[in-house]
């Protein structure tokens, strides 16, 4: 069985659901801020351009119409900020104009890495966002390098990344680790071959450096952003790249910067398997439930199902096999929302009673899949590139199986499904340039960090973390259940998000919703 790719994307899997399944809907009316809060200062004097990108800097953008509202344009970044005369990168941008008076622009990002800012500007934002932010913000949606209608990573062809799903081997066993390495190292050649240079470039710190580039075209002094899950991630190294120029920063399901990829790893599957108990439990009370029994019950008959699943995988009414990663793939993703448990439930109901179509169909939604065989994207790819080169990876035989019987114990029910990912890594072309460490962001405009504590994906902790390392964030609190906050969950969080953006009204740090 192949390791499943980390989910840390908080529209990138549950964006398209959200759309289809209303589970973008917030709950009740704005409460308050729970203390005086304090009007954002402005930022200080924009930064110089850094010598040598002058031309990126000065350039015009050019708008034209893409679709009801929206208008499209591109920008070119340097492939390589070390030698700007070198190769270049296009950038996609999208626009969703607000009213005639402006405050400015807004970026988007979604998350991923590798989810589209396209598509949440485009899909998800009339549903999501304010009506008042809409009309006061220019909302700009962008993929970033290595993503999408920008200058993606290439991998597999559709044909290729289905036979990839298909495949079914367990590296616990030395046979399986063997064949996992050899068809990594034949995913990572490829990559290489396909994308080209490009690949070595898709990190996060130069994504940041591009949305500076970003906030010049669009005539902005300060940059206004709103970062999702990996999107977090983007905003705080933005935050420690040009602290003068923040303007106002919402990071919504933290990443903590701090973690390197096992600890990443390990506080997903405890996130996830908490998140597990809790639709279990949920399940159990609603009186509709396939299982039966306690909470411990339940827990071993889902284990059970999963088993039965690894030993002889399904397949769907299409013909196409769900081995247990890609079964596993489909079942997290429901978890993303509590209001889409339901679903899941029915879902499971279904394999039970021996059709696994619907969660077929979560596991192609996570993956980009459409109905008729093509992807709508390259999120699978552009997340492993983007991961490879921002964290460095053990992958020796000895720390992988360590680190995968620490996951078990932690998370008995979804740790081993977790393990192992270092070895899409292994092979390579180009070495990791990122390393975990603190972001501070000395000297930044006031940044909100917002952490829901039963978030399976970004656990709360993280969001704790990330508002702790930078000198100027106030945190906020959503208690609630599913992966991020701001257009997903009531009307304390929409009241301080769209306060602080619209009238720089910072919340109390310490504000719980």
């Known amino acids: 069985m192949r390791a499943p ?8 899997m549950l964006g398209s659901l959200a759309l289809l399944l209303g589970a973008c809907s917030t709950a009740t009316a704005p409460a308050p801020i729970s203390e005086p809060a304090a009007q954002a200062p402005p930022s200080g004097p924009a930064a110089a351009v850094p010598q040598g990108l002058e031309k990126f800097y000065q350039q015009e953008l050019k708008w034209k119409p893409c679709g009801g509202v929206l208008q499209c344009t591109e920008l070119e970044v340097p492939m390589d900020y070390a030698d700007p005369d070198g190769e270049k990168m296009t950038l996609a941008l999208n626009k969703r104009p607000g009213g005639k008076s402006t405050i400015g622009s807004l970026l988007v990002n979604p998350g991923g890495p590798g989810a589209s800012g396209l598509e949440i500007v485009r899909d998800a934002v009339p549903s999501m966002f304010g009506l008042k932010l809409q009309r006061d913000f220019d909302v700009i949606g962008f993929d970033p390098r290595g993503v999408g209608s920008s200058t993606p990573v290439t991998c597999q062809t559709p044909e290729e990344q289905d036979a990839s799903r298909q495949e079914q081997f367990d ?19 490829l990559c290489a071959k396909r994308t080209g240079p490009a690949l070595g470039f898709v990190d996060t710190v130069s994504a940041a450096r591009d949305m500076d580039i970003m906030r010049q075209a669009l005539g902005d002094k300060s ?46 599957a405890v996130g996830f398997e908490n998140e597990i ?11 509709d439930c396939p299982f039966t029994g306690n909470l411990d019950d339940a827990l071993s008959q889902l284990r059970e199902l999963f088993d039965s699943v690894e030993a002889n995988p399904m397949t769907g009414s299409d013909g196409r096999k769900v081995p247990i990663i890609d079964f596993v793939n489909g079942f997290i993703v429901p978890l993303y929302d509590n209001s889409t448990w339901p679903m899941l439930t029915e879902a499971l109901r279904e394999v039970i009673a021996g059709d696994v179509d619907q969660i077929q169909y979560f596991a192609d939604l996570s993956a980009g899949r ?18 490879c080169l921002d964290y460095p990876m053990d992958a020796r035989t000895e720390t992988m199986r360590a680190e995968a019987k620490a996951l078990v114990e932690a998370a008995p029910t979804i740790g081993k499904y977790l393990a192992y990912g270092p070895v899409g890594c292994e092979d390579w072309k180009y070495p990791a340039t990122g390393k975990p460490g603190e972001l501070t962001a000395k000297g930044a405009a006031p940044i909100v960090v917002i952490g829901t504590t039963g978030d399976p994906a ?20 959503f208690e609630g259940h599913g992966h991020t906050a701001y257009g997903r969950s009531n009307g304390c969080v929409s009241e301080a998000v769209e306060s602080y953006l619209i009238d720089g009204i910072v919340p109390a740090d310490g504000l719980k919703c």
């Open 370 to 387: 459409e109905t008729d065989g093509s992807y709508n994207g390259n999120t699978t790819a552009a997340f492993t590139a983007v991961n």
């Open 458 to 477: 970004t656990p709360y902790a993280w969001s704790e973390s990330l508002a702790e390392q930078l000198e100027s964030a106030s945190l906020v609190t």
């Open 277 to 287: 108990r809790a639709y279990l439990q949920d399940c159990l009370d609603s009186g």
């Open 223 to 268: 940059l206004n952003y709103l970062g999702y899950s990996y999107g977090t991630s983007l905003g705080a190294h933005y935050a420690q790249l040009f602290p003068q120029n923040v303007g106002r920063l919402v990071l919504d399901g933290a990443l903590d910067p701090k973690l390197d990829n096992d600890e990443i790893t390990r506080g997903q």
């Open 171 to 189: 590296p616990g066993t030395d046979e399986g680790l063997a064949t996992m390495r050899i068809e990594a190292a034949k995913d990572a050649g």
């Open 5 to 12: 790719r980390r989910p840390l994307s908080a529209i990138a």
